[in-house]
T-cell receptor, first 115, second 111 residues
Framework: DAGITQSPRYKITETGRQVTLMCHQTWSHSYMFWYRQDLGHGLRLIYYSAAADITDKGEVPDGYVVSRSKTENFPLTLESATRSQTSVYFC??????????????FGPGTRLTVT | KNEVEQSPQNLTAQEGEFITINCSYSVGISALHWLQQHPGGGIVSLFMLSSGKKKHGRLIATINIQEKHSSLHITASHPRDSAVYICAAGGIIQGAQKLVFGQGTRLTINP
């Protein structure tokens, strides 16, 4: 299906485990983003990528790793999950020229619980 | 103080009322985004504007760059407009190009 998808939609994991959240988009958008959404904080940028093999840190990158070997995929890995990483994670994509001038398209979100 | 502030945080109105949600930002921006988050959690981009006014159906967004203020208006509100509305300021902030999000306004329209 066309669009932007995330998997899994729901995940429960234990403290210390490695978790990978997947994001896939079919538009060939250059830019992709990972956000987390927490009560009281709104959306916060974790990492973003301007193109394949180009990634950069956002506002809250600690504890997360990203990669982008293909334009359409942008996985987010929690190397050793902590309870503070319990959140809803949104992936988004945008056409070239980045976030300032083009609208972002959001995935459906992944609700992650770390016990 | 948050760089992007929205008001009100919560708004309940009756069907048919004219709705205004405000967004003030303290940073220089290149564009202001309005997003809608449905009760199920999905996020949709409504508007992106850098000056003036945009209209889409019953939704109108305005921005005043000098006053660093934007408003989202909904005319003839309907229960299906119930959602969280989020504004985000985009620009060079703290030396990096990024979007800074407000905390959202929860709108409830009663029939």
């Amino acid at each position: 299906d066309a669009g932007i998808t995330q998997s899994p939609r729901y995940k429960i994991t234990e403290t210390g485990r490695q978790v990978t959240l997947m994001c896939h988009q079919t538009w060939s958008h250059s830019y992709m983003f990972w956000y987390r959404q927490d009560l009281g904080h709104g959306l916060r940028l974790i990492y973003y990528s301007a193109a394949a093999d180009i990634t950069d840190k956002g506002e809250v990158p600690d504890g997360y790793v990203v990669s982008r070997s293909k334009t359409e995929n942008f996985p987010l890995t929690l190397e050793s999950a902590t309870r503070s990483q319990t959140s809803v994670y949104f992936c988004a994509s945008s056409e070239s020229a980045g976030v300032l001038f083009y609208e972002q398209y959001f995935g459906p979100g992944t609700r992650l619980t770390v016990t | 103080k948050n760089e992007v502030e929205q008001s009100p945080q919560n708004l309940t109105a009756q069907e048919g009322e004219f709705i205004t949600i405000n967004c003030s930002y303290s940073v220089g921006i290149s564009a202001l985004h309005w997003l809608q988050q449905h009760p199920g959690g999905g996020i949709v981009s409504l508007f992106m504007l850098s000056s003036g006014k945009k209209k889409h159906g019953r939704l109108i967004a305005t921005i005043n760059i000098q006053e660093k203020h934007s408003s989202l208006h909904i005319t003839a509100s309907h229960p299906r407009d119930s959602a969280v509305y989020i504004c985000a300021a985009g620009g060079i902030i703290q030396g990096a190009q990024k979007l800074v999000f407000g905390q959202g306004t929860r709108l409830t329209i009663n029939p």
